[in-house]
C-alpha cells in the first residue's frame, strides 16, 4: 500500500490541471512569444505575456505555495521572482519593474550586504508564503528586455521548463498554423532534388478546405528532409507563435515528429540544429527541419526515434505533415515527391521557320522517356529572363519534341529542364544559336565555396556567357584531384558535393575553362582546414594576417573552415578603422560553441590605445566589439566569438553619450514628483557593458546600486522613501568597453 501511495502522490505532484493554474495578469490573456522559440543560442523557454505596453502592472501568483528565490541582474530576466508550488512545479516571473514592498526591503537589504544591484538569493518554505491570486511584484522591462512584459516560466520539480500552454494553462483558440514554405535539403553525397545537389524552397497553396499542398510533383536522387517555415496564429493580435507540434508522414507511416513539451536548459545550445541555419543566416526564412542526422544529439524535443531523413525507393511517394498548436488546432500540408535516378538530355535542332523552332529532346543518361519540359530564357549576358512557352509537344518514342515561337527565342539562351515519365526532373540542358561575343580565353570566372552539413560545393560564374565546359583541380604539394562541373545556368558551373575530408590542406582550386581547341586556366588560393568536434585546429588567411583557433566544443560535426579578406564590406560608420576586413567561414555553419580569432596588426600601431577586434552583426547592421586581449609584444589582438562573422580591428577613442537625466541639472521638483532617478545613455562604437564597473552613481554623496537595462540603454535608480526638500546632487559616471570615461554632476532641488 505504502508503494502504491508514493506513486500516487508524485503524479499529483508533477502535474498540476489547467484549470488550477491562474492567469499572472488581470490585463487579458494576451503573449507575444510562447514556449519553445528559436532565438539561434537558445529556446525561449517560457511565455512572454503582455502588460498593454506598460509597466508597474499587477503580477499574481499563479499557485499557492511560497517565494523560493529573488534575483536581480542586469541581463537575462532583469528583476525576477521565483515561486515553489504546493503542486512541485517551479514558476519564474520575469523582468519585474519591482518586487513586493515586503520583498523590495528584503532586496535592498541583500544590495547593501553585497554592495551590489546584482543579488541571487534563495529562501525556505516557511518564509514568505503565497496563495494564489496574491499580488507576487509589478511587471516592468528590466533585463534583456525589448518592451514591457512578464516572462513566465512554468517548470517541472526538476526545475525543467515546461510549455506552460499544455502544462499550465488551456486558453481558447480557433486559428490553425499558417504554413508559408516548404525546403527539402538534399543529404547525401550524390542527392538531389529537381535535379539541383542544392537545397530547394517551394511555396505552398491553400486550397478552399484548409489543406496546404505542393506546387508540383517534387523529383528527389538520394536521401534528402523536409523543412518547414510555418508559423502559429492566435485571436486578437498579430504575433506569430512557435508550433507545438509537428508529424512527418510517407505513405502513411510516420517518419518523424517532433514535440514542444518540456526543453532542459542543458539542451538550449541545440537549438541551431533545429533549424536550417544556412537559409536563415543567408535571410531566406527560419525553416525548422523535420529531420534530424547522426551527429546531431536527439533531444526532448524528438518525440520519436525516426531521424526524418528519406531514401525512397524509385516511384512516386506521397508525403503529408502535420503541424498542430497547443490547442489542437491542426495544419496540413499534402504532396507528391518522385524518387527517380539522374537524368540527362541533349536537345538539338530538328525544324525552324521564319516563326517556330521545334527542338528535340532526349535523354541521354537514365533511360525513362522525357514526358514534358520546362524552358527558360537567360539574356545573351545570362541574366535570367522569363519562362517560355511550349505552344506544341510530341512525344516521339522516348524523346520529346517541343515547338516554340521563334521571336522568344531570339538572341537568348535556353536552359531546358526535361520531365520523365515518373514526374522527376532532369538536369537542365543549355541550348543557344546565340554566336558569343568572347571567347574562354578572355573570360575572367570568380569562384565560390558553398558550404552544406554534408559536404561543400564550388561554384564559378562568368562575367559573360561563352559556350564552355568547365573542370575543377584541388591540389596541394603532393595531391592531385579533378572534377567536372555542372551549368546550372548559362553563366553558372556547379561542382558535385565534396566530401569535407576531400578538400582537407588544399591550397590550390584551379578552373579550366574549355571550349573546342581553346581553354583558359585560373588559380585561385585558399587555406582551407577540416575541423572535427572535440578537437582543436587552426586557419589562416592567406596573408597571414588573420587566423581562427577552434576548440574541441566548437562544432557539432565535421566541416571545412576558411578566411576570406574582403574588399566590399559594411561601412565603418564611428571610430577608427585600423585593418583589413575578413570574413569567417563558411559564414552560415552552425555552431556548438565559441572559437578564437586573432588580427595582426603593424608595427606602427603598438603604442596606439584602445585597439579591439568587431564583428558585424546583421541584425542590427551593426559593427560590434568583442572583448579582446592585446598582446603588444606580438602586435596581435584576440577574441572570443560564437558566429562566423566579418571581423576587422577598430579604435575606440570616444567616450560615452549622456543623452538625458531626470531629474536634470538646474530643474526645481514638486516634492512627490522625484522618484526616481533615470539617465538615458550610448556608446556608438565599443557600448557599455552590462556590468557594474561600467557605472558610478551617488546622491548626495551616498553610493547607490542602480539598474541597467542594455537593450534601451537607460540606468534607473527608484527610491525607496520620499526625498527630502531642498537642493540635491547626483554624481554620474559611465564608462564603454575600452575605459573611455564620462562624468556628469547633477544639481537640482526639491519643494
Given at each position: 500500500?505504502?508503494?502504491?501511495?508514493?506513486?500516487?502522490?508524485?503524479?499529483?505532484?508533477?502535474?498540476?490541471?489547467?484549470?488550477?493554474?491562474?492567469?499572472?495578469?488581470?490585463?487579458?490573456?494576451?503573449?507575444?512569444?510562447?514556449?519553445?522559440?528559436?532565438?539561434?543560442d537558445?529556446?525561449?523557454?517560457?511565455?512572454?505575456?503582455?502588460?498593454?505596453?506598460?509597466?508597474?502592472m499587477e503580477?499574481?501568483a499563479?499557485?499557492?505555495?511560497?517565494?523560493?528565490?529573488?534575483?536581480?541582474?542586469?541581463k537575462?530576466?532583469?528583476?525576477?521572482?521565483?515561486?515553489?508550488?504546493?503542486?512541485?512545479?517551479?514558476?519564474?516571473?520575469?523582468?519585474?519593474?519591482?518586487?513586493?514592498?515586503?520583498?523590495?526591503?528584503?532586496?535592498?537589504?541583500?544590495?547593501?550586504?553585497?554592495?551590489?544591484?546584482?543579488?541571487?538569493?534563495?529562501?525556505?518554505s516557511r518564509?514568505?508564503?503565497?496563495?494564489?491570486?496574491?499580488?507576487?511584484?509589478?511587471?516592468?522591462?528590466?533585463?534583456?528586455?525589448?518592451?514591457?512584459?512578464?516572462?513566465?516560466?512554468?517548470?517541472?520539480?526538476?526545475?525543467?521548463?515546461?510549455?506552460?500552454?499544455?502544462?499550465?494553462?488551456?486558453?481558447?483558440?480557433?486559428?490553425?498554423?499558417?504554413?508559408r514554405?516548404?525546403?527539402?535539403?538534399?543529404l547525401?553525397?550524390?542527392?538531389?532534388?529537381?535535379?539541383?545537389?542544392?537545397?530547394?524552397t517551394?511555396?505552398?497553396?491553400?486550397?478552399?478546405?484548409?489543406?496546404?499542398?505542393?506546387?508540383?510533383?517534387?523529383?528527389?536522387?538520394?536521401?534528402?528532409?523536409?523543412?518547414m517555415?510555418?508559423?502559429?496564429?492566435?485571436?486578437?493580435?498579430?504575433?506569430?507563435?512557435?508550433?507545438?507540434?509537428?508529424?512527418?508522414?510517407?505513405d502513411?507511416?510516420?517518419?518523424?515528429?517532433?514535440?514542444?513539451?518540456?526543453?532542459?536548459?542543458?539542451?538550449?545550445?541545440?537549438?541551431?540544429?533545429?533549424?536550417?541555419?544556412?537559409?536563415?543566416r543567408?535571410?531566406?526564412?527560419?525553416?525548422?527541419?523535420?529531420?534530424?542526422?547522426?551527429?546531431?544529439r536527439?533531444?526532448?524535443?524528438?518525440?520519436?526515434d525516426?531521424?526524418?531523413?528519406?531514401?525512397?525507393?524509385?516511384?512516386?511517394?506521397?508525403?503529408?505533415?502535420?503541424?498542430?498548436?497547443?490547442?489542437?488546432?491542426?495544419t496540413?500540408?499534402?504532396?507528391?515527391?518522385?524518387?527517380?535516378?539522374?537524368?540527362?538530355?541533349?536537345?538539338?535542332?530538328?525544324?525552324?521557320?521564319?516563326?517556330?523552332?521545334?527542338?528535340?529532346?532526349s535523354?541521354?543518361?537514365?533511360?525513362?522517356?522525357?514526358?514534358?519540359?520546362?524552358?527558360?530564357?537567360?539574356?545573351?549576358?545570362?541574366?535570367?529572363?522569363?519562362?517560355?512557352?511550349?505552344?506544341?509537344?510530341?512525344q516521339?518514342?522516348?524523346?520529346?519534341?517541343?515547338?516554340?515561337?521563334?521571336?522568344?527565342?531570339?538572341?537568348?539562351?535556353?536552359?531546358?529542364?526535361?520531365?520523365?515519365?515518373?514526374?522527376?526532373?532532369?538536369?537542365?540542358?543549355?541550348?543557344?544559336?546565340?554566336?558569343?561575343?568572347?571567347?574562354?580565353?578572355?573570360?575572367?570566372?570568380?569562384?565560390?565555396?558553398?558550404?552544406?552539413?554534408?559536404?561543400?560545393?564550388?561554384?564559378?560564374e562568368?562575367?559573360?556567357?561563352?559556350?564552355?565546359?568547365?573542370?575543377?583541380r584541388?591540389?596541394?604539394d603532393?595531391?592531385?584531384?579533378?572534377?567536372?562541373?555542372?551549368?546550372?545556368?548559362?553563366?553558372?558551373?556547379?561542382?558535385?558535393?565534396?566530401?569535407?575530408?576531400?578538400?582537407?590542406?588544399?591550397?590550390?582550386?584551379?578552373?579550366?575553362?574549355?571550349?573546342k581547341?581553346?581553354?583558359?586556366?585560373?588559380?585561385f588560393?585558399?587555406?582551407?582546414?577540416?575541423?572535427?568536434?572535440?578537437?582543436?585546429?587552426?586557419v589562416?588567411?592567406?596573408?597571414?594576417?588573420?587566423?581562427?583557433?577552434?576548440?574541441?566544443?566548437?562544432?557539432?560535426?565535421?566541416?571545412?573552415?576558411?578566411?576570406?579578406?574582403?574588399?566590399?564590406?559594411a561601412?565603418?560608420?564611428?571610430?577608427?578603422?585600423?585593418?583589413?576586413?575578413?570574413?569567417?567561414?563558411?559564414?552560415?555553419?552552425?555552431?556548438?560553441?565559441?572559437?578564437?580569432?586573432?588580427?595582426?596588426?603593424?608595427?606602427?600601431?603598438v603604442?596606439?590605445?584602445?585597439?579591439?577586434?568587431?564583428?558585424?552583426?546583421?541584425?542590427?547592421?551593426?559593427?560590434?566589439?568583442?572583448?579582446?586581449?592585446?598582446?603588444?609584444?606580438?602586435?596581435?589582438?584576440?577574441?572570443?566569438?560564437?558566429r562566423?562573422?566579418?571581423?576587422?580591428?577598430?579604435?575606440?577613442?570616444?567616450?560615452?553619450?549622456?543623452?538625458?537625466?531626470?531629474?536634470?541639472?538646474?530643474?526645481?521638483?514638486?516634492?512627490?514628483?522625484?522618484?526616481?532617478?533615470?539617465?538615458?545613455?550610448?556608446?556608438?562604437i565599443?557600448?557599455?557593458?552590462?556590468?557594474?564597473?561600467?557605472?558610478?552613481?551617488?546622491f548626495?554623496?551616498?553610493?547607490?546600486?542602480?539598474?541597467?537595462?542594455?537593450?534601451?540603454?537607460v540606468?534607473?535608480?527608484?527610491?525607496?522613501?520620499?526625498?527630502?526638500?531642498?537642493?540635491?546632487?547626483?554624481?554620474?559616471?559611465?564608462?564603454?568597453?575600452?575605459?573611455?570615461?564620462?562624468?556628469?554632476?547633477?544639481?537640482?532641488?526639491v519643494?
Amino acid at each position: 500500500m505504502k508503494l502504491h501511495f508514493t506513486i500516487l502522490f508524485f503524479l499529483i505532484v508533477d502535474f498540476a490541471s489547467p484549470e488550477e493554474v491562474l492567469w499572472p495578469t488581470t490585463l487579458g490573456k494576451y503573449f507575444s512569444s510562447n514556449f519553445g522559440e528559436n532565438r539561434d543560442d537558445h529556446f525561449h523557454m517560457g511565455v512572454d505575456i503582455k502588460t498593454n505596453g506598460k509597466i508597474g502592472m499587477e503580477v499574481l501568483a499563479v499557485e499557492d505555495g511560497y517565494i523560493s528565490r529573488l534575483r536581480s541582474n542586469y541581463k537575462g530576466y532583469g528583476k525576477a521572482i521565483y515561486q515553489r508550488t504546493n503542486s512541485g512545479h517551479e514558476v519564474v516571473y520575469g523582468h519585474l519593474e519591482a518586487f513586493t514592498p515586503v520583498m523590495e526591503k528584503v532586496w535592498r537589504l541583500q544590495q547593501a550586504k553585497r554592495r551590489s544591484y546584482i543579488v541571487d538569493t534563495q529562501f525556505s518554505s516557511r518564509e514568505f508564503q503565497v496563495k494564489k491570486g496574491d499580488l507576487i511584484g509589478f511587471s516592468g522591462n528590466t533585463g534583456n528586455s525589448f518592451a514591457p512584459h512578464i516572462h513566465f516560466e512554468y517548470r517541472d520539480s526538476k526545475s525543467v521548463p515546461l510549455n506552460p500552454l499544455t502544462m499550465a494553462f488551456e486558453l481558447e483558440d480557433q486559428i490553425m498554423p499558417v504554413a508559408r514554405e516548404l525546403a527539402v535539403i538534399p543529404l547525401s553525397q550524390n542527392a538531389l532534388v529537381n535535379a539541383s545537389p542544392l537545397t530547394q524552397t517551394f511555396p505552398l497553396f491553400r486550397d478552399k478546405s484548409g489543406v496546404y499542398h505542393f506546387p508540383d510533383t517534387i523529383s528527389v536522387f538520394g536521401e534528402f528532409g523536409f523543412a518547414m517555415n510555418v508559423v502559429d496564429k492566435r485571436e486578437g493580435t498579430n504575433n506569430v507563435y512557435q508550433f507545438h507540434r509537428a508529424e512527418l508522414m510517407v505513405d502513411g507511416n510516420l517518419e518523424f515528429e517532433l514535440s514542444y513539451d518540456r526543453i532542459p536548459f542543458n539542451q538550449g545550445k541545440f537549438a541551431k540544429t533545429m533549424i536550417e541555419y544556412d537559409l536563415k543566416r543567408k535571410n531566406l526564412g527560419e525553416f525548422q527541419k523535420l529531420y534530424r542526422l547522426p551527429e546531431h544529439r536527439k533531444i526532448s524535443i524528438h518525440s520519436s526515434d525516426k531521424s526524418g531523413i528519406l531514401g525512397l525507393a524509385p516511384g512516386v511517394h506521397s508525403i503529408e505533415i502535420r503541424i498542430f498548436d497547443a490547442h489542437g488546432n491542426k495544419t496540413i500540408i499534402k504532396g507528391t515527391v518522385a524518387a527517380t535516378f539522374p537524368m540527362t538530355l541533349e536537345a538539338s535542332e530538328i525544324f525552324r521557320d521564319d516563326k517556330v523552332v521545334t527542338l528535340a529532346l532526349s535523354p541521354k543518361r537514365g533511360g525513362l522517356a522525357i514526358r514534358d519540359a520546362v524552358v527558360y530564357s537567360f539574356t545573351k549576358y545570362g541574366f535570367a529572363d522569363k519562362k517560355v512557352e511550349i505552344i506544341h509537344s510530341e512525344q516521339v518514342k522516348k524523346d520529346l519534341h517541343i515547338t516554340l515561337q521563334l521571336r522568344s527565342v531570339k538572341d537568348r539562351i535556353l536552359q531546358v529542364i526535361g520531365i520523365n515519365q515518373l514526374g522527376g526532373m532532369v538536369d537542365p540542358f543549355h541550348w543557344t544559336d546565340i554566336k558569343p561575343e568572347i571567347s574562354v580565353v578572355d573570360i575572367r570566372p570568380d569562384l565560390k565555396i558553398s558550404n552544406t552539413q554534408r559536404g561543400l560545393f564550388f561554384q564559378v560564374e562568368l562575367d559573360h556567357f561563352v559556350p564552355a565546359k568547365a573542370t575543377m583541380r584541388l591540389a596541394n604539394d603532393n595531391t592531385f584531384m579533378s572534377y567536372p562541373m555542372n551549368q546550372i545556368n548559362p553563366n553558372t558551373f556547379l561542382t558535385e558535393k565534396l566530401s569535407h575530408n576531400i578538400v582537407n590542406k588544399m591550397i590550390y582550386v584551379d578552373i579550366e575553362l574549355q571550349d573546342k581547341d581553346l581553354s583558359r586556366e585560373t588559380r585561385f588560393n585558399y587555406l582551407l582546414e577540416h575541423v572535427e568536434p572535440g578537437k582543436e585546429s587552426f586557419v589562416f588567411s592567406n596573408d597571414r594576417d588573420c587566423s581562427m583557433k577552434t576548440l574541441p566544443g566548437t562544432f557539432f560535426q565535421n566541416s571545412i573552415i576558411w578566411i576570406d579578406r574582403v574588399e566590399k564590406h559594411a561601412k565603418i560608420k564611428d571610430g577608427f578603422h585600423m585593418s583589413p576586413v575578413y570574413q569567417l567561414q563558411p559564414f552560415d555553419l552552425a555552431l556548438k560553441g565559441s572559437f578564437q580569432v586573432g588580427i595582426r596588426y603593424v608595427r606602427d600601431l603598438v603604442e596606439h590605445s584602445n585597439l579591439g577586434i568587431y564583428y558585424f552583426d546583421p541584425k542590427p547592421e551593426k559593427w560590434t566589439y568583442a572583448e579582446t586581449t592585446n598582446n603588444r609584444k606580438k602586435q596581435i589582438l584576440t577574441a572570443e566569438l560564437e558566429r562566423m562573422d566579418a571581423i576587422t580591428i577598430i579604435q575606440d577613442l570616444d567616450p560615452p553619450i549622456v543623452k538625458s537625466t531626470y531629474p536634470g541639472n538646474g530643474g526645481q521638483y514638486h516634492i512627490g514628483d522625484v522618484t526616481k532617478i533615470v539617465i538615458k545613455v550610448d556608446d556608438l562604437i565599443s557600448g557599455i557593458a552590462p556590468n557594474e564597473e561600467s557605472f558610478s552613481l551617488k546622491f548626495n554623496d551616498d553610493l547607490l546600486y542602480p539598474g541597467f537595462q542594455p537593450i534601451k540603454k537607460v540606468v534607473t535608480y527608484n527610491f525607496d522613501k520620499r526625498i527630502e526638500r531642498g537642493p540635491h546632487k547626483i554624481d554620474f559616471k559611465v564608462q564603454d568597453r575600452m575605459g573611455n570615461e564620462s562624468n556628469e554632476v547633477i544639481y537640482f532641488s526639491v519643494y
